[in-house]
Every structure is written in structure tokens, then in C-alpha cells.
DNA sequence: AACTATACGGAACATTGTTCCAGTTGTCAC
DNA sequence: GTGACAACTGGAACAATGTTCCGTATAGTT
């Protein structure tokens, strides 16, 4: 029978299969919109293209940020598993070089990605800890291996790291004066334990308001 | 009559005593909602707070950057110059470091400024070039001053690292899980000029599309 | 005081995010 | 197959905001 089982759950309806098919749809659609108009291309143009109303697509992702980690979900998990393929196949100074330029990469075909990822705007709110969340872990056993063998300095956190080099990476494909040297290598470079002697400048400043001594 | 001299030029009229009232007040009013609300605050809200309709901003500053520079101009003057007098004041790497926290101090009292810098949004395009103009040379003559004595690697320009300062700056700030550990210091850390014994890493990357490769 | 270039203010229009609901359609029970 | 019902749909409707436009008001000039 089909009955509910043990519990007294009552009928547990098959999803509509059109539901289904439009969540599909939308999925695509979005991913194409977002690879040609950024991140933050109107919701119209996703539910014309998906051959949807709009209100389908906030029914199944009531959140943008829902949607654009639905689209993302896979790409990211790809960068993860490469932080720890890496992080096997390289010492750590060098998994952490090469990591960088993956995540830059793929921030790269994300237009608006890391603008939203830091915006403050609400409806992005929810996506720094997921990419995080996703990212982080992989890449503090890297840093750990480091500590380790003495060739990573030991106070820096990967969910510190993390943001930072998505920040940087973002600025590769700006287009301001810059000469265009990239200044991801010079943060790893820092990242190296320091050596004896390394003359007289401190440590990352330890945590604590920026804002707490005025001049 | 008071003719136009020599040249065939009318009469060139002074300018409406409203006008440059009200160009104040708006700067005034602008600051203040920045303050409060950020820098893409609607211009509504600005208009109402110094009493004039939306029409008049939009005719002294046809877009919202022109707006933000006139507002933020003094006070990133003040940043440059202080640049200029750490370096004056300190040896160079020291001079980064404190210059780096005054920079960081700016930032973080402008709510929603180092995500408009690097938006891509066209409203805030020409912002990038003006703040980098401003500050880029002053921070270059630290650089230079430190190849020159041999503790800064030369090959990295104020230009590149300026944004990425501004960049890392804005982490401070936001409250994502991370510890809190600013990722500036290790940045100016990577900035010593190599030690000849300091590993295989190579120095930052070539100019160069970073996307170049795909896969 | 009359005249006119200048500037004003806000209505009007365009774009986009988000909500809501009357109507449609798939699923299930029979 | 058929009927009933819940799930789902599509897009109209509303709200917020950027931007333009122009009839009106007024400072400066004569």
C-alpha cells in the first residue's frame, strides 16, 4: 500500500512534474543570463527566458541568493574538490598558488560575482557563507600542511584567506590603470613563515575594530 | 556698459547666488546621507534633505560619481597628504603599514564605498580613476623610497596595489564568520623584497589576461 | 521697472524587485 | 475514465528608484 508509513504522516504528493520542468528550465536559464548579463540581471529576463512568469521563479528560490547558489552549486563544489586534489598533489606554498589562480578563474566568468558576494545588498546576504562554507575547509588543510612543515606562517585562517584572494582575483579583470600585476602572489608571498631574520614588522595585526585608535 | 574685453565674448553673466546656495546644500545634505545610508542612497532622499528638487542635483552633477567625488574630494586629499607626511616620517615599510590603517579608516566610514569602487556599475565608473589618481602617486613615492633602500621589491605598482588595499580594507568591516584578522598585514608582509634564501616562489605574476587559459 | 538667461522643482517616464491571486493543470482515489 | 483537490502557474499590480523634461520663478543686467 502506499500508505504513510509508521508515522501518521498523511499523503506525501508526488512532485508536479511541471514543477519539476520549470525548476529545470529555470536553472538554465538563469545560468545562461548570468553568464551574459552578471549576477544581478533583471529576474524578467530569466523567467522570459526560461519561458516562465515570474512568480515561478520566486516560488522555487524565493531569495536571489537562492537562486544564484542553485546555479553556482556544482561549479563551486568543482573548485572545493580541486582545493584538496592540490593540496595532495603539491606542497602547500604551491597548492595555494595554483588554488589561487583556479579561484580566479572561475571568479572570472562570474560577472558581478564577488560584487555581490561583498555588496551588503540583503537579497545577496546569505552568499558569503555559503561560498565560504564550501571553500573554506579545503583550503585551511592546506594552510595546516604548511603550519605543519614550518613553511606557512600559522595565524592565518583560511576563512580569512578566502575572501581576501576572492577580492584580489576580482581586480585582475578590472580594468583601472593598473598595470595589471596581479597582487595575489604578493599576499602568498606573505603568507610564508616568517624567517628570523625577517627585520622588525609584525604579524598580522591580531583581531579587533580597525576603527579603535583615531589618529 | 561693462563690454566684453578684447575677445568677442558677450557678456559673461555671474553666476545665480541660488544656484551656489543650493550647490552647498546639497553637498551638505549628501555628505550627511552617505554617512547614514551609503553611497547609493536614493537621490530622493538627498534632494529632500537640502530642500530642492531632484532636477537641481542632476544639473550640477549629472551622475551620482561627480556627486560622490565632489563629497569625498577633501577628505581624500587628507589621505594622500597623509601619505606623503608617513613617508616623510617613517621608513617605508612602517610608512605602508600605518598609511594602509588611515586608508582602511576612510574606507570603513564610508558605508558602501569600496563596493561601488569596483561595481561595474557605469553610475560609479569614472570613481575608480579619480581615487587611484589621487592616492596612486603619493603611495608610489613610498615604494620608490623603499626599492631604493633595498626592503621593497620593485616590481609592484602603487596602481595595483592601492585597489587591493581599498579591497582588503573593506574586509575589515564586514562580519562574515572569519576571525576578524586582516589580511593587509600580510600583504605589506609579502611586499619585503625577497630574501635570497626565501624558496622557489616565483614573484608576482606577469601582466596578463588571467582568463587566458580556459580549463 | 522691464527683460532675459539661468536655475528651480517636481511631474512623468522607465526599469526592476516583489507580492498576490484567479485560473489552470497534474495527481490521486475511485 | 472521471471527478475533486491541491499544487502550481503566469502575469497583473504595486513599490522603489534612477533619470529626463519643461513650465515656472527669479537673480542679474540694463
Do not use: C
Not at 508526488?14 to 544581478?40: P, Q
Not at 593598473?178 to 591580531?206: I, K, N
Amino acid at each position: 500500500m502506499q500508505t504513510d508509513d509508521a508515522a501518521g504522516a498523511p499523503a506525501p504528493r508526488r512532485r508536479r512534474a511541471d514543477a519539476v520542468r520549470n525548476t529545470e528550465a529555470v536553472l538554465e536559464a538563469a545560468k545562461a543570463v548570468f553568464a551574459e548579463a552578471g549576477v544581478d540581471a533583471p529576474m524578467r529576463d530569466i523567467a522570459a527566458r526560461a519561458g516562465v512568469g515570474v512568480g515561478t521563479i520566486y516560488r522555487s528560490y524565493p531569495q536571489r541568493s537562492d537562486l544564484i547558489i542553485a546555479v553556482f552549486r556544482r561549479e563551486v563544489g568543482a573548485v572545493a574538490a580541486e582545493a584538496e586534489r592540490l593540496g595532495r598533489e603539491h606542497p602547500p606554498l604551491e597548492a595555494l598558488r595554483l588554488w589561487a589562480d583556479r579561484l580566479a578563474r572561475f571568479v572570472a566568468t562570474k560577472r558581478g560575482f564577488s560584487g555581490a558576494l561583498h555588496s551588503g545588498d540583503p537579497a545577496y546576504q546569505p552568499l558569503p557563507a555559503y561560498f565560504l562554507g564550501a571553500l573554506a575547509p579545503r583550503v585551511q588543510d592546506i594552510l595546516d600542511a604548511g603550519a605543519r612543515e614550518g613553511t606557512i606562517r600559522a595565524d592565518v585562517r583560511a576563512e580569512d584567506l578566502v575572501p581576501a584572494l576572492i577580492r584580489l582575483a576580482n581586480s585582475r579583470s578590472d580594468e583601472h590603470g593598473g598595470s595589471g600585476l596581479d597582487m595575489t602572489g604578493v599576499l602568498l608571498d606573505g603568507l610564508r613563515a616568517a624567517h628570523p631574520e625577517a627585520g622588525g614588522a609584525d604579524q598580522a595585526r591580531p583581531p579587533g575594530p580597525v576603527g579603535a585608535d583615531p589618529r
